[in-house]
Every structure is written in structure tokens, then in C-alpha cells.
């Protein structure tokens, strides 16, 4: 039993707990920058960044789209790195049907929106 304890010990001193608390978010918005007044992104495996905020509307973390400029597949790379954040519903302008497909997949819903990233949270909440 000591032995567990301590093992449960060292796990938990190896993650970091923001890296947790990141795996609380639920929905990611692609965003055109780093902060909730930032516009919604017209494509969304293209956007600078994804703004994940958690199911009270909160913004937990901005992390930069690291798979923005990749040639082909980009859309599926975003669902493996959001759905790894714990995102569960992704708003953006437009989706491409590879990326639809991925987040048909991962069981994570979409939606196409238009104007601020918190209006777009605020509406995915409400639905």
C-alpha cells in the first residue's frame, strides 16, 4: 500500500498541473488571436489559434494551432490536439470535411459561427 501511495506521489509530481486543468476544457474555438474578443476564424484547421474554455464559458487555455500551415491533413492533426485538451464541441466559420469526418470520429460536435469568440461560446452552450 506505501508503495502505491508513493508511486501515485511521483505521477502527480511528473505532470504538471496545468496540463490537468487543460484536459478540462470542452469547447474550442478557432480564433483569429490569443483572447475571448477575438473573431471566429474562417477555416478552422487553418485558424492562428484555438481559445478552450470549459463548460461554464470560462477561458482555460489559448494554445497556438501548431498545424496551421501543414499541406494536407491539417484538419485531422487539430482534432487529434483538441481532442487530446478534452474538447468535445469545436466553433469555427467553416470546416473542411476531413475535419468533419475526424470529429464524426472522436464523437465531438461542430458548429459554424461568425463574430466574437465568447458570442460563439455562448451560443454552443445554449445548444
Do not use: C
Not at 474555438?29 to 478552422?44: I, L, T, W
Not at 468533419?100 to 461542430?110: C, E, L, S, T, V
Amino acid at each position: 500500500m506505501k508503495r502505491s501511495a508513493a508511486l501515485l506521489v511521483l505521477v502527480l509530481l511528473a505532470f504538471p498541473l496545468a496540463a490537468l486543468a487543460a484536459g478540462s476544457a470542452s469547447i474550442g474555438v478557432a480564433a483569429e488571436g490569443k483572447d475571448p474578443s477575438s473573431r471566429v476564424s474562417g477555416v478552422a484547421a487553418r485558424a492562428p489559434y484555438f481559445l478552450l474554455f470549459d463548460g461554464k464559458g470560462t477561458l482555460v487555455e489559448a494554445v497556438a494551432n501548431p498545424h496551421k500551415d501543414v499541406r494536407g491533413g491539417a484538419g485531422t492533426q487539430v482534432v487529434d490536439l483538441l481532442a487530446g485538451k478534452g474538447v468535445k464541441a469545436v466553433v469555427a466559420g467553416e470546416f473542411g470535411p476531413r475535419m468533419i469526418d475526424a470529429m464524426k470520429g472522436r464523437g465531438m460536435r461542430y458548429l459554424t459561427f461568425q463574430g466574437s469568440a465568447t458570442d460563439a461560446v455562448k451560443t454552443a452552450l445554449a445548444k
